[in-house]
């Protein structure tokens, strides 16, 4: 088959070749003789090249040796599929090849036959973009730059074949992209030209790792599509003369020649560090970069440093290293991390990673000037130096308190080896202590037999390595004192306990007891270890006290053990521990949080916490940095501590006006009276784990009055909100607390309220009176306890005193009785029963009425018991005695509700222009950040932005331009209010998908440079304009943007068709036809930033345009889409269109001057903090709060 499918071979005899390249490149070559034809065999012996420009290699360069096997050395990536196929060269050739196809994760290759090692070609499979069936037998794999047909024997294969290329192709797609989008020798360490002897063409070669790859040009390089790579591991290089070396493999001698002999040194030594790469044993050295700090070099800061000091406990770079052998063995003993596999035992390999680069430094290099610190680029000698003044010399390093105290160093290094603080010895020793000092002990004599005695394995190690180590040679002169060496505070905890493997998700589900393992745990000098059992003597794991960011407590039985509790590291790692025993939990959690929490925040630990850890905060006094600082969380209080302060601020999280988490950047929102904190976590998993803990404790946590979420005034939230709703909507609804509302409503209500009572706001024409009263006459009626508490009997009994005085006097003392949340709330209740019987005659609900409802509901009883009516009764009666409230506040309550029912009571839809104060929803920012502010009639948009800005505590600086923007969420637009914009007309036009929201405005500065330079009033240039759909009537395609001139000037905007002489910019007017396609009068035009992606503009620097005016009585309103080409130049027509629009005046002067003017001048006070009218939600509730006022508003407020 083969040979039918071959050309034939001319009869004259070439010496015989072996081809290195594929068909494809002997048919695409130019220099090809037409006249010759030939068979195609490419390690074959017996065949000649087509072309002079072939890639061959003579059969004297062929070593003999057996065909490879498919598990050999240098097989490293497991084979997919292989087999024979069929392949057709490009140009429309109809000959098809034999070739023996194999296919891994990595590359498609192809050969001449099964036993050949180095391919004619091989694709990477990332490069592949598509595999398709193109008829009987025949598939193609296609590249971005190439398409390769093959044939298979039977549709069976052709599909199977398909199928695993698909399948590979696809799972390669998921991996890291790399440098070059395909050329797997991105991270090449040399790559160029060299000649191949026999050939007289060069090829591109790509020394990568521990590979070579031959390509046929750069172009073939960049696209990764080479013709064959070998594997460095069977490889040794040669020099041969002068230019010229050989690249011998047990398969085949690759004899090459460079451009020049210092290039061929280049090449031979990148060849050789391959095959140096290709031996290296990276276990060793995976281990010690597991160590995040030993992954950069100790001294200039390289990637990855593959050497080490054995003695000096640090890690460092090739470069670096040369240098560290020019200091001699005596004071630095270089080792590889990759190659000298027995130096590095177990304990020499904990011992870096124990240390790390980082901790070694801050004693090595811990008063390096910046002048002088190594970087990445710098040169030999500068190496040279700084390394001898480092190590040799010591001029960097920290020096320990006993410097120069023989003595004492000796006595410290004893105390010191007893312990497992290595750090702490690497400085005794290197600042003078003796290694082979008298301990006084005469069977452990040394420092070496005491470490051995007490199992300080690292201790061991480090000693070891150093009894020859030459000290550093310093210059500093420091006088002996007398001080005596302390070793540091030690906390030592042992004994057994249940654990389950590390996990890096939060633990949503229940662990069972069978998921726990036991394990003997040691906690001993800031590292804890856990053993199989406490007759092992090396850990299963660890974990050091420093990488501990929080310990949280879980309730009982939350799994399998009825106590457990939860270790966060800064490695985004969370451990679970467990026991039956509370004793035992209790000391293990103290012990563990006093190892990691510092000396001034000991006093966390003195409280019953249920989590606790080191975060990052900001607070509205300084927005700038976060600090940070130590939480604890004990019940609903989360107390945090500062190092600069000495007390703890506490926070009651179930009296937080509001909290919000802005996931994007793990930030949690804490918003009570007076501050804003923002909490960052350091880690997603302790952030995430925080962040819903203190939503647990900010929410409901009981089912008592003083466990729901409360206002400032210590009232329940769901108490206040349901009042604060019936006041303003139910008042006037007759028989209310008397009808039932519709049950299912009510229990998703309250349910909603249960959850977070916090964010439910209740809303007219949501929400249904009856509903609203009926859920708060069934909290109180389910409240745990209720709320006379444990005191109901007594007031029950108070009754039987007939004197009213006397009963005054009984109900007084009660009350004071009361825990604090309780009078609270019965004071807020008694106040609104009273102000509803005030109004009986509206909605017949007098004295005893609501005594009859309310009675059985407060003390929870059957209705039987007649005395819980009277005592309401009375309390109501006698609400000014009995709460000793001021007469006067409580008549101006009084008018205020009677204001808003006379309000409602004239609302009229077909009233003229609107006044007075309405509540709307404002966003800080984002639309998360809710805010609620009071919209009198002549609030402008500045006053407004300082309304929220003062709210959140927020300080403006000269350079901050805080903007009020409107946002069309559906148009996908923004639009800045001018400062003196009204914002009353603006919400009476938002529609359903807009909302107003206060941001920063970033590009105002560069617009008032822009206007501040500009000499006239007008603009005029070429914009990519769009209609709305037939609209305009220019004949235009709605589907796309065409080029427009415009001219802006102070009166009008002009479109013009056609453009004439545009080299003339002098006069823009005579550019265009004399009339222009269309004019819109400036002041009817809104401008907004942005256009919606469905229109697909052609750039992203769009403006959408609305033009409105009223013409024969009727509303005119059109809208088109304007594009720029850049960013300034859509800054520069919007700043002049708001230019022209508001006289020149973009912002205002005195920006922070006209904030404190804002501040002195109170919106009106004369209503306190009732709301008049919400404004919030729907477009229908916000045109029927604003048509609650008629042609004369303020009629009703004339008798203030």
């Not at 609107?914 to 800080?924: E, K, N, P, Q, R």
Request: hydrophobic share 35%.
């Amino acid at each position: 088959m083969a040979n039918k499918m071959s050309l034939m071979v001319p009869k004259e005899t070439k010496p015989r070749y072996n081809s290195l390249c594929s068909d494809d490149e002997l048919l695409d070559d130019d220099g090809c003789d037409a006249s010759i034809s030939v068979k195609r065999g490419s390690w074959v012996e017996g065949l000649i090249p087509s072309c002079q420009n072939s890639i061959y290699l003579p059969n004297t360069s062929h070593v003999n040796a057996p065909p490879p096997r498919e598990d050999s050395a240098s097989t490293q990536t497991p084979i997919i599929k292989m087999g024979w196929l069929y392949k057709n060269p490009p140009q429309g050739s109809l000959i098809y090849q034999h070739r023996w196809v194999k296919l891994d994760a990595e590359f498609l290759r192809y050969f001449d036959s099964e036993k050949d090692v180095y391919s004619k070609r091989i694709i990477p499979t990332a490069c592949i973009t598509e595999v398709v069936h193109v008829g009987d037998q025949k598939f193609e794999v296609v590249t971005h730059n190439r398409t390769f047909l093959f044939r298979a024997e039977s549709d069976l294969e052709r599909n199977e074949w398909v199928t695993v290329l698909k399948d590979c192709v696809r799972a390669r797609r998921t991996q890291a992209s790399l440098d070059l989008p395909f050329n797997p020798c991105a991270t090449s360490e040399m790559k160029g030209y060299l000649e191949l002897r026999g050939l007289r063409s060069k090829l591109y070669t790509v020394v990568c790792l521990d590979k070579v790859f031959l390509y046929k040009n750069t172009e073939e390089y960049r696209l990764g599509i080479g013709i064959t790579s070998i594997d460095m591991n069977v490889g040794n290089v040669k020099e041969v003369d002068r230019r010229a070396f050989d690249l011998t493999t047990p398969y085949r001698i690759f004899s090459f020649s460079a451009d020049s002999d210092q290039l061929k040194d280049q090449w031979v030594e990148a060849m050789r560090e391959s095959i140096a790469e290709a031996l290296s044993n990276y276990e060793v050295a995976e281990r010690i970069w597991s160590e995040p700090s030993n992954q950069m070099c100790a001294d200039c800061g390289a990637v990855k440093p593959e050497w080490a000091s054995i003695n000096l406990a640090v890690v460092f770079c090739k470069r670096c290293a040369g240098e560290h052998r020019g200091l001699g063995p005596s004071i630095s003993k270089v080792r590889s991390l990759k190659m000298d596999k027995k130096v590095w035992t177990e304990d020499l390999v904990q011992l870096f990673v124990t240390l790390g680069n980082e901790r070694v430094n801050q004693f090595w290099a811990a008063n390096v000037p910046p002048s002088e610190a190594l970087m990445v680029k710098s040169s030999s000698e500068e190496r040279r130096s700084f390394i001898t003044v480092k190590y040799r010399e010591g001029k960097y390093r920290r020096y320990h308190p006993l410097f120069g105290n023989q003595r004492e160093l000796n006595n410290a290094l004893c105390i010191n080896v007893q312990s497992s603080d290595v750090c702490e010895t690497l400085a005794l020793v290197f600042c003078g202590a003796d290694l082979n000092c008298d301990t006084g002990d005469p069977n452990l004599p040394t420092p070496i037999a005491l470490a051995q005695h007490h199992g300080q394995n690292l201790q061991v190690e480090f000693l070891n390595q150093n009894r020859n180590t030459e000290l550093p040679r310093s210059e500093l002169k420091v006088a002996i004192d007398t001080v005596h060496y302390m070793a540091p505070p030690s906390i030592t905890h042992n004994g057994f306990l249940f654990k389950t493997a590390s996990m890096t998700r939060p633990i949503t589900e229940k662990k069972g007891k069978e998921e726990f393992s036991r394990r003997w745990c040691v906690l001993n000098d800031g590292n804890f270890s856990y053993y199989e059992s406490d007759k092992n003597a090396t850990p299963n794991g660890g974990l050091k006290m420093r990488e501990i960011m929080c310990l949280a407590v879980d309730p009982a039985e939350t799994h399998g053990y009825d106590h457990t509790f939860v270790l966060y590291t800064d490695t985004e790692r969370l451990y679970l521990f467990g026991t039956d025993h509370p004793e035992t939990m209790r000391e293990w959690v103290k012990s563990i949080a006093k190892s990691f929490i510092p000396a001034g925040a000991e006093d966390l630990l003195l409280k019953d916490f249920e989590r606790i850890g080191r975060l990052r905060y900001k607070d509205g006094l300084n927005l700038e940095t976060s600090r940070l600082a130590w939480f604890c969380l004990v019940g609903s209080n989360l107390h945090i501590r500062l190092d600069e302060h000495p007390r703890d601020e506490t926070v009651d999280l179930q009296k937080l006006l509001e909290l919000s988490i802005q996931p994007e950047n793990e930030v949690l929102v804490l918003v009570e009276r007076g501050r804003t904190l923002y909490i960052e976590g350091e880690r997603k998993l302790d952030f995430q784990g925080w962040a819903t803990a203190i939503q647990r404790a900010a929410g409901s946590s009981g089912d008592t009055l003083s466990q729901q979420q409360l206002t400032e005034a210590n009232i329940p939230v769901i108490v206040e909100r349901c009042i604060h709703f019936i006041t303003q909507y139910g008042l006037i609804s007759e028989g209310i607390y008397r009808k039932s509302g519709v049950n299912s409503r009510i229990a998703a209500l309250l349910e909603e309220f249960r959850r977070d009572a916090r964010c439910v706001w209740l809303k007219e024409g949501e929400h249904q009176v009856d509903d609203v009263s009926n859920v708060l006459k069934r909290f109180f009626r389910d409240i745990q306890d209720g709320l006379f508490g444990q005191q109901a009997h007594n007031w029950l009994s108070s009754t039987a005193v007939s004197d009213e005085s006397s009963r005054v006097c009984q109900y007084r003392l009660l009350f004071s009785n009361l825990p604090r949340v309780n009078q609270a709330t019965l004071r807020a209740l008694v106040n609104h029963l009273y102000c509803v019987q005030r109004f009986a005659d509206l909605n017949q609900m007098n004295l005893h009425n609501l005594a009859i409802v309310f009675g059985p509901t407060l003390f929870q009883t059957d209705g039987k018991d007649y005395n819980a009516g009277r005592i309401i009764e009375d309390l109501i009666q006698h609400y000014v005695t009995i709460f000793d409230v001021n007469e006067q506040q409580l008549n101006r309550q009084l008018d205020e509700i009677t204001y808003i029912i006379k309000l409602r009571e004239n609302l009229n839809p077909k009233a003229g222009p609107a006044s007075g104060d309405f509540i709307c929803t404002v966003y800080l920012e984002e639309k998360t950040a809710e805010q609620h502010v009071k919209i009198p009639a002549t609030m402008t948009a500045a006053e407004m932005t300082f309304e929220i800005l003062d709210r959140r505590k927020i300080s403006v600086r000269e350079k901050d331009y805080w903007c009020c923007f409107e946002i069309n969420e559906k148009e996908e637009t923004e639009r800045p209010l001018h400062f003196q914009e009204r914002v009353l007309p603006i919400l009476h036009s938002l529609g359903t998908d807009s909302y107003l929201l206060v941001k920063k405005h970033f590009s105002m500065e560069a617009m008032l440079v822009y206007l501040a330079s500009k000499v006239e009033v007008s603009k005029h240039g070429m914009m990519k304009f769009r209609e709305e759909r037939s609209l305009l009537g220019l004949g235009l395609s709605s589907g796309s943007f065409n080029d427009r001139y415009f001219i802006l000037t102070n009166t009008s905007l002009r479109l013009y068709k056609e453009v004439r002489n545009l080299q003339k910019l002098q006069s823009p007017e005579l550019q265009c036809s004399n009339r222009p396609e269309r004019e819109w009068p400036v002041k009817c035009l809104k401008v907004y930033h942005g256009i919606k992606k469905k229109l697909r503009p052609p750039t992203c620097w769009g403006l959408t345009v609305i033009y409105e005016s009223e013409k024969h009585d009727k509303q005119e309103r059109q809208q088109w889409y304007l594009c720029c080409d850049t960013q300034n130049e859509m800054r520069e027509w919007f700043a002049t269109f708001l230019s022209i629009q508001n006289g020149g005046h973009v912002w205002p002067a005195e920006w922070l001057k006209s904030r404190t003017a804002s501040r002195s001048a109170p919106l009106d006070a004369r209503f306190s903090n009732v709301s008049l009218i919400p404004l919030r939600g729907s477009e229908n509730e916000m045109r029927n709060s604003v048509a609650a006022f008629t042609a004369d508003p303020l009629a009703l407020f004339r008798n203030l």
